[in-house]
């Protein structure tokens, strides 16, 4: 139902910045819960930070402070505001769309690199 593609992914160094992009097809997008998630090498995927249709955002512990979620409902488009990255933070970073944040309807993207290293 929704198409999901991500971008802006790539290599950086410790303490530097990347904005990930997510945009989506279809219609409807302003029912849709947004999330990024990450799997590590190695790891389960993770909830990164959500932002449900009415704005409302959370993160993981581990990045709180140094990442943001926001979404353009007008552009079917959500991002992630990544600063101050670290190593750990290096992952395959997907796009999620839960249409009422209903996990079990939702969409993915194909995902998009994070490498952060010296």
């Known amino acids: 139902q929704v198409q999901l593609v991500e971008t802006g992914g790539g290599l950086v160094q410790p303490g530097g910045s990347l904005r990930l992009s997510c945009t989506s097809s279809?219609?409807?997008?302003?029912?849709?819960?947004m999330a990024w998630y990450r799997r590590a090498p190695g790891k389960e995927r993770d909830l990164v930070a959500v932002i449900t249709n009415s704005g409302s955002t959370n993160y993981a512990d581990s990045v709180k402070g140094r990442f943001t979620i926001s979404r353009d409902n007008a552009k079917k488009q959500v991002f992630l505001q990544m600063n101050d990255l670290k190593p750990d933070d290096t992952a395959v970073y997907y796009c999620n769309a839960a249409p009422y944040g209903l996990q079990s309807q939702a969409s993915w993207g194909q995902g998009t690199q994070v490498t952060v290293s010296s």
């Open positions: 279809g219609t409807f997008f302003s029912i849709y819960t």
